[in-house]
């Protein structure tokens, strides 16, 4: 463990040991609700609406191509009319903000960059960091909104005096993985009605509101990527001959050449699906070398990372001290994994893992925990090998 070598870790649970329920809206206050044409936001509102508070819904146009007439759960035209109907239903008034050239700009010029480098990036988080929350802010504070909330299955709470982002309280549906971006002044304006609630629960309040997305299926898929092909999205941006969709090498954690692939940009860290078979146990991408073209294949134990440096570091609470022991996850889903800070610098951050973690992906999310209060996360740089450990005290 790590504690055994860098002396006793320093624990975070300080921020959970004093942990509070955070206040929101009171009757009358005005709070925008950022309604995407699901059941979630949908019902967001409605709360906020029996709360008595001054309900403004706003939904988001993101795309302004052929796309906005696919009929997905989210960001299509079937989705913002949904929204608007909610919003007659509840007696609200509703608007549609174009932000088209900042969600270009922000998230899918950036999901295009990431691929083209073999890294695996999650649009969603920075959506969330930069189109919806950064440009929400602005249309709130047009308005004279105090509140502005979300459908988010998250839930805020109070440290100190501070106030501090927390899991959801389902863990099936926690999306606090994807919300460490957002600017931490954020939090003192930001209301989750929903994130003490299971979907089902959700469900329920949307039948007794008698909401129109009651029963609306759940997005699975990235929203500029409706059909899940985002190959297609990477052509028609990069063009066929682009070196992430070219033939390249397949090879080996040996080094040796077994095949050729179509395209890095079609793998990611930890892929099995699509692999040559005939091997003795079951082979994993472990690495894509883009200067070369290469997706390197190997055993899940060549999937073990020992340590994780995370860039483009946010954090929602003070950041720890180096020593200090957080919890981590590099993907959504995965289980906490116990971790100690062995660098902090700016925006930068190294952690060594107590135990071995699979599958750390450059471009994925790293996200920091003190139980289950949102400390802060980074864009996963790289993973390691080897296990780096503090000085011995």
């Known amino acids: 463990m790590i504690s055994r070598v860098t ?29 995407s044409g699901g059941v979630d936001s949908s019902v967001a509102a409605a709360l906020l ?54 969600f270009s700009q922000d998230v899918l010029h950036d999901f295009v960059a990431e691929y083209a480098r073999g890294r695996t990036p999650i649009p969603c988080v920075r959506c969330n960091t930069f189109t919806k929350f950064r440009d929400l802010l602005h249309k ?15 839930r805020m709470g109070v440290v100190h005096g501070a106030r501090v982002m927390r899991r959801g309280l389902d863990p099936a549906k926690d999306q606090s993985y994807f919300l460490w971006g957002i600017d931490r002044s954020v939090l003192d304006r930001l209301v989750l009605p929903i994130g003490s609630q299971t979907k ?27 059909d899940g092909d985002h190959v297609r999205v990477l052509r028609e941006q990069l063009g066929d001959d682009a070196p992430s969709l070219s033939p ?7 080094g040796e050449v077994i095949g050729e692939h179509q395209g890095f940009a079609r793998y990611t860290i ?72 062995v660098r902090i610098d700016d925006r930068v951050i190294e952690l060594a ?6 599958a750390i992906s450059p471009g994925q999310s790293l996200v920091m925990y003190d139980g289950d209060v949102v400390l802060g996360g980074g864009v996963i740089e790289r993973g390691r090998r080897e296990l780096r450990v503090l000085a011995a005290n």
């Open 140 to 154: 709130a504070d047009a308005i004279d909104a105090r509140w502005l909330a979300t459908g988010h299955y998250a």
């Open 49 to 102: 609406v029996e709360a008595g508070c001054e309900v403004i819904g706003v939904t988001m146009k993101l795309h302004n191509d052929g796309s906005d007439i696919v009929d997905r759960p989210c960001c299509s035209l079937d989705s913002t009319s949904d929204a608007r109907r909610v919003c007659e239903t509840l007696g609200i008034p509703h608007y549609v903000t174009n932000l088209v050239d900042h």
């Open 200 to 226: 089902a629960e959700t469900r329920a309040i949307a039948r007794r509101f008698g909401l129109r997305t009651a029963e609306k299926l759940e997005s699975q898929d990235i929203c500029f990527v409706p």
């Open 7 to 35: 002396g006793e870790a320093r624990d975070a649970s300080r921020v959970r040991h004093a942990l509070q329920d955070a206040p929101g809206p009171v009757a009358g206050e005005r709070v925008l609700v950022a309604m």
């Open 353 to 358: 893992l107590d135990e071995p973690v699979a």
């Open 248 to 254: 390249g090498p397949l090879r080996l954690t040996t």
């Open 270 to 341: 930890g892929q099995r699906r699509g692999l040559p078979g005939g091997f003795a146990e079951p082979m994993f991408v472990v690495e894509i070398v883009p200067a070369e073209r290469a997706v390197v294949i190997g055993p899940r134990e060549a999937l073990l990372g020992r340590g994780v440096e995370a860039h483009a570091v946010t954090w929602l609470t003070d950041p720890p001290m180096v020593g200090v022991q957080v919890q981590v996850q590099v993907r959504n889903r995965a289980q906490p994994a116990a971790a100690t800070v």
